[in-house]
């Protein structure tokens, strides 16, 4: 077994007894077409060994050990496996690994590199936009990109931007809600 | 000690046919060494079943922690040397916050602060038998176990600190982890007390003694316990896991529902190197380093299935009705009758017969079914997202031929549920593939298994009959339930002459629990009913229904949702608009919906503008984690009133993905208010169910109002409105 993965130490996703912070790949990973992939994650680079038909929601998750982002549905339909490439959110279960070149990518465990709260993450913790939490990082990165664009969302532009993120527990009114909180927080932080 | 006789305490919190399955031995697993070795020093308090103690008692035996560990735990919790209280309870988190609300249960009884308590959850290594995290009984029935437990902790430390202080007990007083003499001023913290002590007690699990007008800590609201980690992405459900070595999984799915593998020719993908292959029967799965090689892997099988002929959508109602079938106990038929049918009629002036039908729809937790299955030393270790750890262990102890305890099932807290993961498909595909690998293997579902491999919420077909007088008093009701379930099949009304059967059908799909069972297609037939028989008569739907409605908690709850919507002001200010109200019991709660919709017949196009819902569960533990889940369980309700609906064909579902099975999304959903009629004097029921029931009768009800159509089918509008 042929070990690699990172060339920078993860940070911060740690969590179960069990969960190995290195990622393996045996030598049957390496039929077909493949490469070293570098990718930008979280402002450290990663090399990774993999087809780059590969999805970047794989990788991330199986290879890199970013687990915040989730798989929902495969199909770029529920957001779940959202990150923001090049600050834009985007649907990493259908992207390629091999398309995202050396442009920046933004997972869920990068978005306060600080180790404090983002202002996204605080509101979702003070509205409880949150049931059972599988759409958050997905909810949460999305916003952060609609934020970006538009410092100042109404509640129907937060619908219109976030339609394609599916809370199955149901708390869209309290995510709005927390974006909404988000934003006068930011606005806070920038006067 | 009887599963059925558990439940009964809360009759109206009886699991349905779907949810109660023969259970495994109620062994409690760990012997007494064990468990010491497990708690380590300290304090320990474990809950006796009722039952269990009563027998004990009359046996002159009590039994305490230095004899025979009881066999009938129920829960227990642990102060360690350190001062930190763990609680060990097999009850699951599946985003409905009961590890919260547990949380807050303990922290109440105990005098401590929430931050200072750890839950382990659903490990049945761990934690004590528990028949599973469904039928909204976490709260009335875990929280006071573990509330005595807590409080007995409580007494346990007054008692140290008397003993410490060389003072008569009475007067000390336990504050906010510290124990107070009140005359002297001085303190002394848990933490200190309990240390280099080896305390046990059993105590009977019954009522909690702090009533609900003093709580300090229950019925304010509570953060979501470990919320932090799910916003930075830090928490790892069942398939965010890795152990060491780990290599991952993928099954062979034949076209169709029972088919028998004919032929399997793997040659291409054993030639993969680092690829296992397993067959087992009709079960074909793949093992490899990577999930991209698992895949590859799987791609390059050939197989041959074979199936037969099997029902269509088309005919589903049909079949129902002709297939009915006899089953024993829950699963059986049930006969509801009061009064005479013949007496009823007779005194009726007007009749009204309905025929109302219920698609299956598919919970579609976020998370699919995901597992990480690993053996050791003949031992299976699996960790997967399931409301039935023991359930689950039972079934993998049964597949492999192992005894119980040899199966350890750990269930981290879970990306959604909703009754749909009462079963271990995943765990029992992981574990064979890690068997046959040599090697820990996680599956994780993809979503298009999800929708076709798990279970759904039953179809069915009502038939209602109501006769009432001209002054609105009903006098006969006729209700049969084919297939959808039992569950609130009962009137809530006041009706002297009723015959109510629940008639069990074979189904073309497999079929479980969701989230608050039949009663939400109960509710919406009887609720539609109730409003085309006000309609006959004349009334208005909200007036009628009080008029035939003694129960005081029901109709408050009617009038406060009425109150708050404006009800009684209500009028149409635009073409389309309409207005309705259902409402009901279930599993001790009380629910009321009004809602608002804008119709348009013309496009088809429906709307719900505004929903209102009032619930009495008794008296509330967390307001602000209520408030969620009856504005959740509104807006999962929207997608079975409107829209959700499972097609299927010989055998296969032809619409298990989310781009051709439509979720509720920001934009299907309405401004809720949600009102809390809080009633401290009544034990506190489970939440997260039966605020789903009044959603869909209110909407039918208000797109009859605004369309004058009767809709009587779930979902109504699945392809915009046919009226």
Known sequence: MKSFGSVVPLRGTGGFPHSSRRSRASPSDRCGMTRVIELQVNGSTYRVDVDAETSLLSVLRDHLDLTGAKYGCGEGQCGACTVLIGGLPRRSCITRVGVVGDKPITTIEGLSPGGGLHPLQRAFLDADALQCGYCTSGMILTAAALLETTPHPTEREIAHFMEGNICRCGTYLRIIAAIRQAAKMLKEARS | ?723
Not at chain 2, 411 to 439: C, F, I, M, N, Q
Not at chain 2, 566 to 594: D, M, N, P
């Open chain 2, 1 to 723: 000690m009887n599963t059925g006789a558990r439940v009964s305490v809360f009759p109206q919190a009886e699991p349905e046919r779907y949810e109660l399955t023969s259970s495994p031995t109620h062994r409690f697993q760990p012997d007494r060494r064990e468990f010491l070795k497990l708690a380590g020093g300290g304090i320990v308090v474990a809950c006796v079943l009722k039952e269990v103690w009563a027998a004990q008692e009359s046996g002159g035996s009590r039994r305490g922690f230095s004899e025979a560990l009881p066999q009938e735990v129920s829960a227990w919790l642990h102060i360690g040397e350190d001062g930190v209280v763990t609680v060990y309870t097999g009850k699951v988190e599946v985003g409905q916050n009961t590890r919260t609300a547990l949380t807050q249960a303990v922290a109440e009884e105990l005098r401590a602060s929430p931050d200072s308590i750890h839950m382990v959850m659903g490990d049945t290594d761990l934690t004590p038998f528990d028949m599973g995290t469904f039928g909204s009984r976490s709260t009335p029935v875990m929280s006071p176990q573990l509330r005595r437990a807590a409080c007995a902790a409580r007494e346990m430390l007054i008692d140290l600190a008397a003993d410490k202080w060389k003072i008569k007990r009475a007067g000390l007083v336990a504050i906010d982890g510290k124990i107070t003499d009140p005359l002297t001023r001085r303190t002394v913290a848990y933490a200190e007390l309990v240390k280099g002590q080896k305390l046990a007690k059993a105590i009977p699990a019954e009522d909690p003694l702090t009533p609900a007008s003093e709580w300090k800590v229950m019925g304010k609201p509570q953060p979501k316990v470990d919320g932090r980690d799910f916003v930075t992405g830090r928490h790892r459900y069942a398939s965010d896991l890795k152990v060491p070595g780990m290599l991952y999984g993928k099954v062979l799915r034949p076209n169709a529902f029972g088919a028998m593998l004919v032929s399997l020719d793997a040659r291409e993908a054993k030639a993969m190197p680092g690829v296992t292959i397993v067959q087992d029967g009709d079960f074909v799965g793949v093992a490899a380093a990577t999930p991209e090689a698992a895949t590859r892997a799987l791609a390059a099988l050939r197989a041959e299935w074979k199936s037969s002929a099997q029902p269509s959508g088309r005919e589903l109602f049909d079949d129902l009705k002709k297939n009915t079938v006899e089953g024993e106990g829950w699963e059986g038929r049930s006969d509801h009758d009061v009064g005479s049918m013949d007496k009823g009629r007779a005194e009726a002036k007007h009749q009204l017969q309905a025929t109302y039908t219920v698609a299956y729809i598919a919970h579609a937790p976020l998370e699919p079914r995901a597992a990480v299955a690993e053996w050791k030393d003949g031992k299976l270790a699996v960790w997967t997202g399931t409301q039935r750890p023991f359930g689950v262990r039972s079934e993998l102890a049964q597949v492999f031929r192992l005894p119980e305890d040899q199966v350890r099932v750990q269930v981290p807290d879970t990306g959604g549920a909703y009754g749909g993961k009462h079963t271990g498909e995943a765990a029992v595909e992981a574990a064979r593939l890690s068997r046959a690998a040599g090697r820990p293997v996680k599956l994780q579902w993809t979503r298009e298994e999800e929708f076709t491999w798990a279970y759904f919420r039953p179809a069915g077909v009502i038939d209602v009959a109501g006769w009432l007088r001209d002054d609105g008093a009903v006098t006969a009701w006729e209700f049969h339930n084919y297939n959808s379930g039992a569950s609130a099949i009962a009137t809530p009304y006041d009706i002297p002459n009723q015959h109510i059967q629940f008639h069990p059908a074979r189904s073309p799909l497999r079929q479980g629990s969701y989230r608050a069972l039949a009663a939400t297609a109960n509710h919406f037939a009887r609720e539609s009913h109730m409003d085309d028989l006000a309609h006959l008569v004349k009334m208005d739907p909200l007036e009628f229904r009080l008029k035939n409605l003694k129960d005081a908690r029901l109709r408050a709850v009617f009038e406060a949702a009425a109150q708050k919507f404006g009800w009684a002001a209500r009028s149409k200010s635009s073409k389309g608009q309409g207005f309705g109200i259902a409402g009901g019991i279930e599993k001790g709660g009380y629910v009321a919906t009004c809602a608002e919709v804008s119709a348009d017949a013309g496009t088809g196009s429906v709307r719900i503008v505004h929903a209102v819902t009032a619930f009495d569960c008794g008296a509330v533990v967390n307001p602000e984690q209520l408030r969620n889940q009856i504005e959740g369980a509104n807006v999962m309700g929207i997608g079975g009133a409107l829209f959700e609906a499972i097609e299927f064909e010989n055998g296969s579902i032809l619409n298990g993905r989310f781009s051709r099975y439509r979720l509720p999304r920001f934009s299907d959903v309405p401004s809720i208010e949600v009102m809390l009629v809080d009633r401290k004097d009544q034990v506190s029921a489970g939440a997260g169910e039966t605020p789903i029931v009044g959603l869909a009768p209110a909407v039918g009800n208000a797109i009859f109002d605004a369309t004058g159509v009767r809709l009587r089918s779930l979902p109504m509008a699945p392809k915009g409105l046919k009226v």
